[in-house]
């Protein structure tokens, strides 16, 4: 268990290398939301799985203040539904940018083939 009865995963992270092995999403604690906030369970479940992926991608457990990162979510921020809320920040938009091309980089070199070549846009 967390150790955070209120929140709705986990994502273990290697501090060294800054890399995610597992997450896990409480569905109880994201069904318990949706009805309290009267949302849709599946915006709600695809948000906190969006989230701890975001661990796994960022490499972090860290929680800012706002955003979708955020370590709190209440049933007044699924009501008001405001789109900040529920993405992720600009700095962690290039975060997960500047990783993303170093794994394709990483591919590269290990041989794979890129597979925005199958799709026309490179």
Known sequence: EDGNRRAFGYSLIDP?????????????????????????????????????????????????????????WTAEELTRNRAEDWQFSHTQRAALHARWASWGGLARRAGARDPRAAFGSE
């Open 16 to 72: 060294t290398t800054a890399t995610g092995t597992l997450s896990t999403v409480y569905v109880d604690r994201v069904d318990w939301l949706a009805s309290t906030g009267k949302a849709v369970r599946a915006e709600v479940l695809g948000r906190a799985i969006t989230h701890e992926l975001g661990h796994q991608l960022l490499g972090s457990n860290d929680h800012p203040a706002r955003g979708l990162m955020r370590e709190t």
